[in-house]
């Protein structure tokens, strides 16, 4: 498998060997990302994040404390494109010049409003927020891991069809799901990934 890693914009394959000394210098490298249950937390560089799910070759994780504690989802209720969708980009190219391109897996973002509408589609990302329903499913894990902040998930309230553009699913300090206005700018983003689970991390 080749590693690349993001560096202004240009893709640099590296070497087994310059992935290695490159995990060493971070300070990672302890132990490999299956061998961590689910539910516990472990680091990539300086982030920390918890696993939540796992399959043969993959592993789910988000990230343990907010990225960012307060920003304005966007212009609309729709993930794709908004201010949020931007920095979870950005942050896809930081993680992935730790561990390798390549060992982050892309992974599709239902966006299925809250309503069941789904005029916004799915989209295919590295990094994203967790949707609604994945919070739902991975409740009892986040509840271990609550933050003292709001912070918001990747599913709109509804769409224009019924007349809604702007309310979005959120998370509250107590872990209950709300809607939030998508210009308020007081909500966190927390972002989601998939990564392959042979990489070494710490703990």
């Given at each position: 498998?080749?590693?690349?890693?993001?560096?202004?914009?240009?893709?640099?394959?590296?070497?087994?060997?310059?992935?290695?000394?490159?995990?060493?210098s971070l300070g990672?490298?302890?132990?490999?990302?299956?061998?961590?249950?689910?539910?516990?937390?472990?680091?990539?560089?300086?982030?920390?994040?918890?696993?939540?799910?796992?399959?043969?070759?993959?592993?789910?994780?988000?990230?343990?404390?907010?990225?960012?504690?307060?920003?304005?989802?966007?212009?609309?209720?729709?993930?794709?494109?908004?201010?949020?969708?931007?920095?979870?980009?950005?942050?896809?190219?930081?993680?992935?010049?730790?561990?390798?391109?390549?060992?982050?897996?892309?992974?599709?973002?239902?966006?299925?409003?809250?309503?069941?509408?789904?005029?916004?589609?799915?989209?295919?990302?590295?990094?994203?927020?967790?949707?609604?329903?994945?919070?739902?499913?991975?409740?009892?894990?986040?509840?271990?891991?609550?933050?003292?902040?709001?912070?918001?998930?990747?599913?709109?309230?509804?769409?224009?069809?019924?007349?809604?553009?702007?309310?979005?699913?959120?998370?509250?300090?107590?872990?209950?799901?709300?809607?939030?206005?998508?210009?308020?700018?007081t909500f966190g983003?927390?972002?989601?990934?998939?990564?392959?689970?042979?990489?070494?991390?710490?703990?």
């Amino acid at each position: 498998m080749k590693n690349y890693i993001c560096l202004g914009g240009k893709k640099i394959e590296l070497t087994a060997e310059q992935v290695a000394e490159m995990q060493k210098s971070l300070g990672i490298g302890q132990v490999k990302l299956k061998n961590i249950p689910i539910g516990e937390t472990f680091k990539v560089g300086d982030y920390e994040f918890v696993v939540l799910d796992r399959s043969e070759e993959t592993t789910a994780v988000i990230l343990k404390d907010l990225l960012h504690k307060e920003k304005q989802f966007g212009k609309n209720n729709n993930f794709e494109n908004s201010h949020i969708d931007e920095i979870c980009k950005k942050f896809s190219c930081e993680i992935s010049a730790i561990i390798g391109e390549n060992n982050l897996i892309e992974h599709t973002v239902d966006l299925t409003s809250d309503d069941g509408l789904k005029d916004y589609g799915k989209i295919k990302r590295k990094m994203s927020l967790l949707t609604a329903n994945l919070y739902r499913r991975y409740v009892e894990i986040l509840d271990k891991h609550k933050i003292k902040a709001w912070w918001w998930l990747a599913t709109a309230y509804s769409t224009p069809t019924h007349e809604n553009a702007n309310w979005v699913k959120c998370v509250s300090p107590d872990g209950c799901i709300y809607s939030g206005f998508n210009y308020d700018g007081t909500f966190g983003v927390r972002p989601f990934c998939i990564l392959n689970s042979n990489i070494f991390v710490s703990r």
